[in-house]
């Protein structure tokens, strides 16, 4: 039987007009936003937040501060609200108006590999969904082919500071089997976050060396940051590190225009 069920974090399926309010949390009378990141910043888009993560990222910022996770209402699934496959498609079906971009975030979408795969496979068997454009957001630890298989952009964002050891063979050997899977142009970004020259170094040194990026997927560097303010002084590091190692340098617009409001 496959998995049924997903959990998802407190915004769910974001933005969506409210009953009462007859707005989303931007302010409009329609769903959706724009994708903050990566390749597609700025594509107007439907997101879905699923909870749990496998992760508990923190991040030395500017002047030796820690800076946690940016989605800390998405790291525990015992929090998540549990939601069928089919209440999840008669949503988008009634939220997507002229949207043709979808994105499945977390937390880390891949802890709950299971029905991410029933929810994909029901998305493109829905005559108003199935030729969405999906973006799936990843840290990379968990590999599943059939969601490569699935989505159209697997956005890969290795969080390599997350865990004491540091980086492990594991986590190049999982990165690796993404970045095989996502060959064709288009298909695959690598998005690191930098807020300091120690993670350039780190990007550049012990990471990308021991990647095969044969197929040259474009490695983007975003600054870190949870608030307008603390982009502010990590902007100067992720810049400086696109201009030397040439990576492209990518926003996060959903931080700059909203600051980080959940749900946007
Ligand atoms: N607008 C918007 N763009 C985003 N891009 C990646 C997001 C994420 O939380 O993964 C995100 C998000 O939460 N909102
Ligand atoms: S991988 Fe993403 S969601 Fe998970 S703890 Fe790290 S920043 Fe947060
Ligand atoms: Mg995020």
Wanted: hydrophobic share 40%; proline share 7%; aromatic share 6%.
């Amino acid at each position: 039987m496959p998995t049924k069920t997903l959990y998802l974090a407190p915004e769910g399926i974001f933005p969506l007009v409210g009953r009462t309010s007859g707005l989303t949390s931007l302010g409009l009378p329609f769903g959706g936003t724009l994708q903050g990141e990566g390749l597609l910043a700025g594509m107007p888009s439907l997101f879905i937040r699923l909870a749990g993560c496998n992760l508990r990222c923190t991040w030395t910022g500017h002047g030796g501060r820690t800076i946690a996770c940016d989605t800390p209402q998405a790291l525990a699934v015992s929090h998540g609200r549990g939601s069928t496959i089919s209440e999840l498609i008669g949503t988008l079906e009634g939220a997507l108006g002229a949207l043709t971009h979808l994105v499945i975030t977390g937390g880390e979408p891949l802890t709950q590999a299971e029905g991410l795969v029933t929810l994909l496979k029901a998305i493109r068997q829905s005559p108003t969904l199935r030729l969405l454009h999906i973006t799936l957001e990843t840290n990379g630890t968990l590999f599943n082919a059939e969601v490569a298989k699935s989505v159209d952009l697997v956005s890969l964002s290795p969080k390599w500071n997350a865990t004491p050891q540091g980086f492990s063979s594991r986590y190049i050997h999982v990165l690796q089997c993404w970045l095989d899977a996502k060959v064709l142009p288009n298909s695959l970004q690598l998005k690191f976050v930098v807020g300091s020259k120690e993670d350039e170094d780190q990007i550049a040194n012990d990471i990308l060396p021991h990647l095969n990026l044969c197929h040259h997927p474009p490695i983007l560097v975003m600054p870190l940051g949870a608030t307008p303010e603390e982009l502010r002084l990590s902007a100067p590091y992720a810049v400086a590190a696109a201009i030397r190692q040439n990576w492209r340098f990518c926003p996060r617009l959903q931080v700059e225009l909203w600051g980080n409001r959940a749900g946007t």
